[in-house]
């Protein structure tokens, strides 16, 4: 994929998709040509059309739910409104606060490593260690117990694996499959609405429930969409570049000693596992007046997709780009986006992955594949989610 990735850079950096079943686009794979374009919000909006769906998802969700990306959460929304639902929790996640959840997931982190050191080290690291620990920081940060986590995984696979024949639902088409899941995420984050309402915590799901005040308060459909995504945006992107940085482990083995004897390193690596990975790999933009960028000029109703999964390899702004450096720095990557929507919970991700590689490389030696990994099949959250290994410890 990335060879051809390379090749649309350079022939064709700004290319017209036309693909049955689905509305056509333009794909920009250019770092510059992405920033161009994040950096000018009011002519590229975020919504109405988010992520790349199938005509026949984006017709049942207007239908259903009257919103064409299924969720009304803050990465849909523009201007005035998205502004002040991204205030709500903007200070929740700046580096100072953040900060004051070290010990806790420094915790999960050590807590993650001795499961792995339990199996004997040997298992499926992707699918039964790496990631159950990002889903544990989000819902703590969401103040959910251990109890609803296997449910809340669950349903955030189906929702991000949704063309993936193997996460889909049984008998389901994926229309039928899409409903099913936002109806069980209503259900369940409506509990916690009455909840924290009456049981105020210091919790992100309290900033939620409690809203904003009069008129500016959340509607229903905002209200969901915001939990819906506190829950999801951080944990499969997160253990998605845990899972990459593992496999840089396994393929370049003496980074492991590397990372314990210099723990400044761990920075760089963490920041590298993300580029390299690039777990979401696109966001669409709206075009709301004419642009011209390169030899395209786009025209108002055009929509765009940005992929950060070609521009974290683009070879004009990374040395080597198709190479994972443990040093790399600078390191000025797209896979959070950038501008106004820039990932709200980046801090919070980087954290974890340093935690997590701090953990490791303390207890273990040396890891080894030990069968094939699994990718998933998708288009806009991607990554490992398998990840066999053989691991001999220190
Ligand atoms: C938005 C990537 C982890 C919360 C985004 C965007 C990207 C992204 C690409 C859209 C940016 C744009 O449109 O310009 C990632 C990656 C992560 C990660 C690669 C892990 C390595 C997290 C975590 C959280 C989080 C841990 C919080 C718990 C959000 C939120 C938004 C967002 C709330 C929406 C921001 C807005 O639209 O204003 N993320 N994310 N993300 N992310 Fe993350």
């Not at 689905?22 to 161009?36: K, L, N, Q, S």
């Not at 700046?94 to 070290?102: C, D």
């Not at 840089?248 to 083995?253: T, V, Y």
């Amino acid at each position: 994929m990335q060879a051809f990735f390379t090749w649309l850079r350079a022939e064709h950096p700004i290319a017209r998709v036309e693909a049955e079943g689905y509305r056509p686009f333009w794909v920009v794979t250019r770092h510059a040509d992405i920033r161009e374009i994040e950096r000018q919000p009011a002519i590229f909006n975020a919504g109405p059309r988010n992520t790349l769906l199938p005509i026949a998802a984006e017709e049942a969700n207007m239908a259903l739910f009257g919103v064409e990306a299924g969720f009304e959460t803050l990465v849909v929304l523009d201007g005035e409104r998205h502004y002040e639902l991204r205030q709500m929790t903007q200070d929740y996640f700046l580096p100072k606060n953040v900060r004051r959840l070290e010990g806790m997931v420094d915790n999960l982190a050590a807590a993650f490593v001795d499961r792995l050191m339990a199996t004997g080290g040997r298992c499926d690291i992707a699918a039964d260690i790496v990631f159950w620990y990002p889903l544990r920081v989000a819902m703590t940060v969401l103040g959910i117990d251990e109890a609803n986590e296997a449910r809340m995984l669950k349903l955030t696979h189906e929702l991000f694996g949704a063309s993936d024949p193997a996460v889909r639902r049984p008998g389901m088409s994926l229309v039928e499959h899409s409903i099913a899941v936002k109806r069980d995420y209503i259900a369940f984050f409506d509990e916690i609405t009455q909840d924290r309402r009456a049981n105020p915590r210091d919790d992100v799901s309290t900033i939620i429930a409690r809203g904003l005040p009069n008129e500016h308060d959340l509607s229903p459909e905002e209200r969901l969409g915001y939990y819906v995504i506190v829950a999801t945006a951080g944990h499969d992107t997160t253990a998605a570049s845990i899972a990459a940085g593992i496999q840089a482990l396994i393929d370049q083995p003496d980074f492991i000693a590397a990372l314990r004897e210099d723990p400044a390193l761990v920075k760089s690596f963490a920041n590298e596992a993300i580029r390299f990975c690039a777990p979401v790999k696109h966001f669409f933009r709206n075009v709301t007046a004419e642009y011209t960028l390169g030899d395209v000029t786009f025209r108002p109703g055009d929509h765009i997709m940005l992929h950060y999964g070609a521009a974290t390899r683009d070879e004009a702004v990374f040395p080597d780009a198709q190479t994972f450096r443990i040093d790399r720095t600078p390191n000025n990557h797209l896979a959070f986006g950038y501008g106004p929507h820039q990932c709200l919970g980046q801090f919070l991700a980087k954290m974890e992955i340093e935690a997590f590689f701090r953990a490791l490389v303390r207890r273990v030696d040396r890891i080894e594949a030990d069968g094939a990994p699994a990718y998933t099949q998708a288009t806009f959250v991607t990554g490992l989610r398998g990840l066999p290994v053989r691991c001999s410890f220190a």
